[in-house]
C-alpha cells in the first residue's frame, strides 16, 4: 500500500466510533497478520551457500547414501536440517 492509501486507510479508521475493546481487537488481528507476512518474507530470504569442490561430507552422510535408508528416515526432515545448517 502506498502512503496515500494508508492515510486513507488511518483517516478512516479514525473516524469510526471503536470502543478501546473493538481498538484492542483490530491491533491484534493486524500484529497477527503482520508477524505472518513477517514470517513468510523471512523464509523466502534464506539463501543456500553453494557447496564447496572441496567438502568432504561426514561419515554418517557416507552411511545413509553408500547402503540402504532405516525404514523410519525422514527425508523431508533431513533435507530440511542439512540446508539449514548450510546456511548458517
Known amino acids: 500500500m502506498n502512503a496515500i492509501s494508508l492515510n486513507n486507510l488511518w483517516s478512516y479508521l479514525q473516524g469510526l466510533s471503536l470502543t478501546a475493546s473493538n481498538q ?9 497478520a503482520a508477524e ?25 552422510v557416507m552411511a545413509m547414501t553408500c ?10 526432515k533431513e533435507l530440511d536440517e542439512m540446508w539449514e545448517e548450510r546456511a548458517r
Open 36 to 60: 505472518s507476512v513477517e514470517k513468510k518474507q523471512h523464509k523466502a530470504e534464506l539463501v543456500f551457500p553453494k557447496i564447496p569442490k572441496d567438502y568432504k561430507p561426514s561419515a554418517k
Open 24 to 32: 484492542r481487537w483490530l491491533a491484534s488481528h493486524l500484529m497477527e
Open 67 to 76: 547402503g540402504p535408508l532405516p525404514k523410519d528416515f525422514d527425508l523431508d
